[in-house]
């Protein structure tokens, strides 16, 4: 034949084998997402009464948690009223329209409830929410 190689030895290689390169980004993916399950953000356990009829809140500048204890965490860090009353004082510092949801416990008293809406709303936070969880709308 007379355009056949004569031998296949002077034959270049002109492709790269990606096939490890797959394999590797295979395995590290799998090893990410098998590790991604063990990494857990932390937080603060409360049990969030139930209302069928809740909305989604938006613009939250400042997160309030009241714990069945009476502890109050404010953007997830342990403080008094007096921490709250300065993170407060900060966010209407940065932006005037600042807004708080309030997340406590079921089984927190009605008055610390209260009290910590007297605090905020006295510090100027006008708008503001009442954290819950999502229920089941009743059947009709």
């Keep these: 034949m007379a355009g056949a190689p004569q031998n296949d030895d002077e034959d270049m290689i002109s492709g790269i ?6 394999d590797i980004t295979l395995v590290l993916l799998i090893i990410f997402m098998v590790t991604a ?3 857990v953000r932390e937080s603060i356990e409360v049990e969030l009464p139930r209302a069928a009829h809740g ?5 939250v500048m400042l997160n309030i948690v009241l714990t069945k ?9 342990e403080g008094s009223e007096d921490d709250l009353k300065r993170k407060v004082a900060d966010a209407l510092a940065k932006d005037k329209d600042a807004r708080a949801i309030i997340s406590a416990d079921k089984s927190s008293f009605h008055g610390a409830v209260v009290h910590i ?15 819950i969880e999502k229920d089941q709308a009743a059947p009709n």
């Design 55 to 59: 909305g989604e809140s938006v613009g």
């Design 37 to 39: 399950t063990y990494i």
């Design 117 to 131: 809406i007297d605090v905020i709303k006295g510090q100027g936070i006008a708008k503001f929410a009442i954290n």
């Design 17 to 22: 084998n990606v096939t490890p390169l797959v």
């Design 69 to 77: 204890d009476a502890k109050i965490y404010v953007d997830g860090v």
